[in-house]
Every structure is written in C-alpha cells, then in structure tokens.
C-alpha cells in the first residue's frame, strides 16, 4: 500500500467522522454510541487478525505501543465524543486541526526533532490566535460551547502525545497489530465506563441514523482509518503525519452545512481561516519537501519521496 493512498484514505474518513459521531450519540447517546463502536472494531480487527493468521505481538515494547495507541482510541476518542453533543460537527474538525502543532512540540522534545524556525513560529502564533477568536465566540454564545472547545483541545493533546509514544515505540509492529492492540487495551476501558456512567443501559431505540454512524465509525472510523493512520505513522515524520489537517477541516466545514444544516459564524470563520494559515505555514517545509514542480508546471505529491521519508 502506497503512503499517498494512505493519505487519501486518512482524509476521507477523518472528515467525515465528526459528524457520525454527532449523529452516532443521537437517541442512544454518546457513551454508547462510542463503546458500541470501539467493540465491534475490536472484534473486526480480531477477526482480520485470525483470518489474516498474524499473531498479535506480546513483548514488552509491543504492549507499551498497544497502551500508547490505547491512549488515543479511548481519551482522545471518549474527549472528542463528549465534546461533540456542544459544537458543530465542522468546529470539532476545526479544533483538532491544531494537532500538527501540539505534536510538533511534542516531537521536538521527545524525540528530539529541529527546533521551530520562523515559519513554524509564525504558524504556531496564527493557529493561536484563530484559537482565540473561537474561544471568544464559544464564550459570548454560551458556557455549554466553551466545554465542547476544550474537550476537543484535550482529545487534541491526548491524540498527539499518542502519536509521538507510538512512534517511539511502534516503529517495527504492523499497522493492524497496533490498531488490535490499542482497540483491545481501551474496550474495557469504554465497557466499564459505561457501567459506571449509564449503568449499561441498552437505549430502548436506536434510530437508523445512529445505527448506520456507528456502523460507520465501527469499521471505517476504527479498523480502517486506526491501520491507515498507523501505517503512515509508521513510514513518516511524526510532524508530516499530521499534514492531512489542513484539508479535513474544510471538507468536514462542507459537510456539515450540507448534511447537517451547521452554521458557521462570520467570527468562527475568521478563525478557522487563522487556523489554516497557521498550519500551512507551520508545515511549509514539510509541504515543499513532499510536493514537486512537474513539467507542465502543475504540482504533485511525490510518492517516492515520500515512501523513502525516513521514521
């Protein structure tokens, strides 16, 4: 499997997934919608994993990548969940966007990436203050909207640390090994949050638009896009990982106000548009190493390049 298919396939289910999770907790609730979704996708990576005869790695530094990708599936996952039934499915994709810049910090100091140079600085400055424009909307509408905003802030952080702890441990286990083990780490988690939260109380009904989002997410948003993500960690800059940001916002912006009727203010606008330009700047230098001038003077990705992009 090529890196840019990867890519593609990461794009188009992380912009999309925002808003099955907000139609996923409709009627059933958030709690069930997401421990529903994360059990059946760690019976489906159980079952490719008996049916592609892989065995599941068990050595010390497999279990430490199994409970740093764990760390994602389940506080990352359960922040975001939470975090939705606030926001527009649009702003939560907005808001996760800044996680280039937070695993950026993370990197530099975990795994001893470059320090920022000018434009990852300006690019960090622009994502802040396009964060502060949204805050500063969220808090003139209401209380319950700032909640929503932090709880995708903490799912940002948590997804980023994730990522950084798995690329320091996992460089070497298969992408389906990790996207198992992580989804059998946090499954309990999720089964005995739900006992404590909402008793396990089964939902009396379960509309057909819930049941098919968390069909969805049970087996795109977990199995499928978990081993996409994981397999580009695995072949990339843990920074670069994170470049499918810049796009997923927008589409998933697109997607809400047309499936979903969302409407985006003027002000959350300008701050979504800060946002972008700040992770387009932030990554400029990723952005020109991965893209190339081709003879008609267009511009294309560079799956070569990008293949050999050392871990």
């Known amino acids: 499997?090529?890196?840019?298919?990867?890519?593609?396939?990461?794009?188009?289910?992380?912009?999309?997934?925002?808003?099955?999770?907000?139609?996923?907790?409709?009627?059933?609730?958030?709690?069930?919608?997401?421990?529903?979704?994360?059990?059946?996708?760690?019976?489906?990576?159980?079952?490719?994993?008996?049916?592609?005869?892989?065995?599941?790695?068990?050595?010390?530094?497999?279990?430490?990548?199994?409970?740093?990708?764990?760390?994602?599936?389940?506080?990352?996952?359960?922040?975001?969940?939470?975090?939705?039934?606030?926001?527009?499915?649009?702003?939560?994709?907005?808001?996760?966007?800044?996680?280039?810049?937070?695993?950026?910090?993370?990197?530099?100091?975990?795994?001893?990436?470059?320090?920022?140079?000018?434009?990852?600085?300006?690019?960090?400055?622009?994502?802040?203050?396009?964060?502060?424009?949204?805050?500063?909307?969220?808090?003139?509408?209401?209380?319950?909207?700032?909640?929503?905003?932090?709880?995708?802030?903490?799912?940002?952080?948590?997804?980023?640390?994730?990522?950084?702890?798995?690329?320091?441990s996992g460089y070497d286990i298969p992408a389906l090994a990790i996207t198992t083990g992580g989804l059998l780490f946090a499954a309990p988690l999720y089964l005995l949050t739900w006992v404590i939260v909402d008793q396990a109380t089964l939902p009396t009904e379960i509309p057909l638009r819930a049941g098919l989002s968390i069909l969805y997410l049970g087996v795109f948003g977990s199995v499928v896009g978990f081993i996409l993500f994981f397999y580009i960690l695995r072949h990339l800059h843990a920074g670069r990982v994170a470049l499918v940001t810049l796009i997923t916002p927008v589409i998933a912006l697109m997607i809400g106000q047309t499936f979903n009727h969302e409407v985006i203010g003027q002000q959350v606008f300008s701050g979504t548009l800060l946002i972008l330009l700040g992770l387009v700047l932030y990554q400029w230098q990723d952005l020109r190493a991965i893209i190339r001038p081709v003879p008609d003077g267009m511009v294309a990705l560079d799956p070569v390049e990008a293949e050999k992009e050392p871990d």
């Open 1 to 168: 499997m090529s890196v840019p298919f990867a890519f593609a396939g990461i794009i188009l289910i992380w912009s999309t997934t925002p808003l099955a999770i907000k139609w996923s907790g409709e009627g059933p609730g958030f709690l069930f919608g997401v421990t529903s979704r994360m059990l059946l996708g760690a019976l489906l990576c159980v079952a490719l994993m008996l049916l592609l005869r892989q065995r599941l790695p068990l050595h010390k530094r497999a279990l430490q990548t199994y409970a740093a990708a764990g760390l994602a599936v389940y506080g990352a996952m359960l922040s975001v969940y939470w975090g939705a039934q606030f926001i527009p499915s649009g702003l939560v994709s907005v808001v996760f966007g800044l996680t280039p810049l937070v695993t950026g910090l993370l990197a530099m100091r975990l795994l001893n990436d470059e320090p920022f140079g000018i434009e990852k600085l300006a690019g960090s400055i622009a994502g802040v203050i396009g964060l502060a424009i949204i805050f500063n909307t969220s808090l003139s509408q209401s209380d319950i909207a700032i909640q929503g905003v932090l709880a995708v802030l903490l799912s940002v952080l948590l997804h980023s640390i994730s990522s950084v702890r798995v690329k320091q």
